[in-house]
């Protein structure tokens, strides 16, 4: 399955046989021929009432591939950093709780990324990849321009006694260890697409 945010809303990519909770609430396209995705982007796109598009098709990743053509693509990678309190750390930017992340750099790999963005953004070292959380998908317009943001997350450790700085250039205005127990107060201020992270994290504590 794939799924893509556009803001608080999403469009799903999956098989005939998926089942999944809460699907009651989602609009079903069934798909036949993938050249009908641009008709289907501007059906989702001028009708704000759907919240949740669910296309499903024989094969769901010939489908996203072609439903990628019509957007410019942009790769990013991040972290989902754990201390040894097992405190996760979260920055505040643009007034929502956020995970610390950015745009790749020409010829970096994803991990390479990830450990970058997390250096600079929140000014700390000593952290080590544990294992990768997925991708995450979201839409928005870069210079005008309709963009679709690759995000790779992974999972890290950081063993170093470094009090988090944040990169103010950045626009982060906070940094903050949060410890699990506590995280469902802060997803109540986060984005749709970083949920699944958070839950993907967690599960690997």
Same mark, same amino acid.
């Given at each position: 399955?794939y799924?893509v945010?556009?803001?608080?809303?999403?469009?799903?990519?999956?098989?005939k046989?998926?089942q999944?909770? &809460?699907?009651?609430e989602? %609009? %079903?396209?069934?798909?036949?021929?993938?050249?009908?995705?641009?008709?289907?982007?501007?059906f989702f796109n001028?009708?704000?009432?759907?919240?949740?598009l669910?296309? @499903?098709?024989e094969d769901?990743?010939e489908? $996203?591939? @072609? %439903?990628n $053509?019509? =957007?410019?693509?942009?790769?990013?990678?991040?972290? %989902?950093v754990?201390?040894?309190? &097992?405190?996760i750390l979260?920055?505040s930017?643009?007034?929502?709780?956020d995970?610390?992340?950015?745009k790749a750099?020409? &010829?970096e790999?994803p991990?390479?990324t990830? !450990?970058?963005d997390v250096?600079?953004?929140?000014?700390?070292h000593?952290?080590?990849?544990?294992?990768? !959380? &997925?991708?995450?998908?979201h839409?928005y317009? !870069?210079?005008?321009?309709?963009?679709?943001?690759?995000t790779?997350?992974?999972l890290?450790?950081?063993t170093?006694?470094?009090?988090?700085i944040?990169q103010?250039e950045?626009d982060?205005?906070?940094i903050r260890w @949060?410890?699990?127990?506590e995280i469902?107060s802060?997803?109540s201020n986060?984005?749709?697409? !970083?949920?699944?992270? =958070?839950?993907?994290?967690i599960?690997k504590?």
């Amino acid at each position: 399955m794939y799924k893509v945010f556009f803001n608080h809303r999403s469009i799903e990519f999956v098989s005939k046989d998926f089942q999944a909770a &809460g699907l009651d609430e989602a %609009f %079903f396209y069934f798909i036949q021929d993938t050249g009908e995705i641009s008709r289907i982007l501007r059906f989702f796109n001028t009708t704000p009432s759907i919240s949740r598009l669910v296309i @499903v098709s024989e094969d769901p990743k010939e489908t $996203f591939k @072609v %439903f990628n $053509f019509h =957007f410019m693509p942009i790769s990013a990678a991040g972290g %989902f950093v754990v201390n040894s309190e &097992g405190e996760i750390l979260l920055i505040s930017r643009h007034q929502k709780w956020d995970l610390p992340k950015g745009k790749a750099e020409e &010829g970096e790999i994803p991990s390479e990324t990830a !450990l970058r963005d997390v250096e600079e953004e929140c000014g700390i070292h000593n952290i080590s990849i544990e294992c990768s !959380l &997925g991708e995450t998908y979201h839409t928005y317009k !870069l210079n005008g321009i309709p963009s679709i943001k690759k995000t790779y997350w992974f999972l890290m450790r950081f063993t170093g006694s470094e009090t988090p700085i944040p990169q103010l250039e950045e626009d982060i205005q906070e940094i903050r260890w @949060v410890k699990p127990k506590e995280i469902d107060s802060y997803l109540s201020n986060t984005y749709n697409s !970083l949920v699944d992270v =958070f839950r993907r994290g967690i599960e690997k504590l």
